[in-house]
């Protein structure tokens, strides 16, 4: 089992020094949000954590084929892959703030599925056909490979991961009920495109806070009930047979606030954040003493979870030495 960090791209050198403190606590991986509007840009950010780090592995989580051109997401990733072999990972998804905030819904997930192969193929040198167009990068013949991964939510989606992307990056929750749905999904979409179903990881984006007081470990991570409610509310409205188990659903029937992007997305003090009771921010979060969260992440992990991708540090570093001290040298004794 793996955890990541992820993080915000803003207090570029607080978010460094945060970035340098998840390598030494044992953190796998720094995923970084990619949304141009309510934050600063995640690549610049990317680049620079590459350069004071020494081996954790670096992403977006996640860029999306809207408000960056797959030929420009994939010019940059196989850049950052050339410089810097082996640690570069390259998320994707529809899009959430980055999208929304300019009041359009996230991409469609048949361009989605389109745009995986075209960057993948780009990034590996190859050529590939864009508007009637033989396009290839005249400078990159071969580089280091980049996995991919996507992001995913609502059954098309998590099926189409499991027939693209070499990592699934799910944001259902943490409830074993809810996760095991998801990774049925994932392995069917593997199956129907011909690949090992086991041959894809899964990574479980949730909010993380040990801390022996159960109920202020609790209060910070109440973003992440609050934000995946929008994802499931979505998926809700636009696919009436989307089959999600009542651990997912209950948290939008309970929904009573507007979710406001600008003012408290991924804040836990919100105000959107008011309807949240104990019960559902378990539901999709881990909170509490170290061997509360051992046991939740041993319990994901049986499931077939690879990695707990937690969120968010900048600036938070007793947190992520904690983690480190807790949680990651447990999990790898």
């Known amino acids: 089992m793996k955890l990541g960090a992820q ?9 460094m020094e945060s970035v340098g403190i998840a390598e030494r606590a044992g953190f796998a991986h720094a995923w970084f949000v990619d949304s141009q509007i309510l934050w600063q840009d995640c690549y610049v950010y990317i680049a620079r954590a590459l350069e004071v780090t020494d081996g954790i592995v670096l992403g977006t989580a ?37 999208v929304r905030t300019m009041g359009m819904n996230p ?28 396009v290839h990068f005249r400078w990159h013949k ?8 996507l992001s995913a939510t ?24 809810s996760v095991a749905w998801a990774i ?3 392995r069917t979409g593997a199956r129907d495109a011909g690949r090992d179903p086991d041959s894809v990881r899964v990574s479980v ?56 992007y600008y003012e408290g997305h991924l804040d836990s003090s919100a105000d959107h954040t008011a309807f949240l009771t104990p019960d559902l921010i378990d539901d999709f979060a881990i909170a509490g ?7 939740r992440i041993r319990a994901l992990e049986a499931l077939g979870v690879w990695e707990v991708s937690s969120a968010y540090y900048n600036g938070r570093n007793d947190q992520l030495e904690r983690v480190g001290r807790d949680l990651i040298r447990k999990l790898d004794a």
């Open 205 to 260: 984006l949730c909010g993380l806070e040990v801390d022996d007081d159960r109920d202020a470990a609790q209060s910070a991570v109440r973003w992440a009930a609050a934000a995946c409610a929008n994802h499931i509310g979505d998926t809700m409205k636009r696919n009436a047979e989307h089959g999600m188990p009542e651990t997912m659903t209950r948290l939008v029937d309970a929904r009573t606030q507007h979710y406001d």
């Open 62 to 98: 996640v860029s999306n084929p809207f408000t960056r051109h797959p030929t420009v997401t994939a010019s940059v990733n196989a850049t950052l892959a050339e410089l810097h072999p082996g640690r570069v990972i390259l998320g994707l998804g529809r899009g959430d703030s980055a």
């Open 107 to 134: 991409v469609p997930t048949k361009e989605l599925r389109a745009a995986v192969p075209v960057i993948r193929s780009l990034m590996a040198g190859e050529t590939v056909q864009i508007n009637e167009a033989d």
């Open 184 to 186: 049925d999904h994932i």
């Open 142 to 149: 071969q580089g280091p490979e980049v996995p991919i991964a």
């Open 7 to 15: 993080f915000l791209a803003e207090d570029f050198h607080s978010c």
């Open 289 to 295: 003493p170290p061997e509360h969260c051992l046991e």
């Open 154 to 177: 609502g059954p098309k989606n998590l099926r189409a991961a499991g027939g693209l992307a070499d990592i699934v990056m799910i944001y259902v929750g943490v409830h074993s009920e």
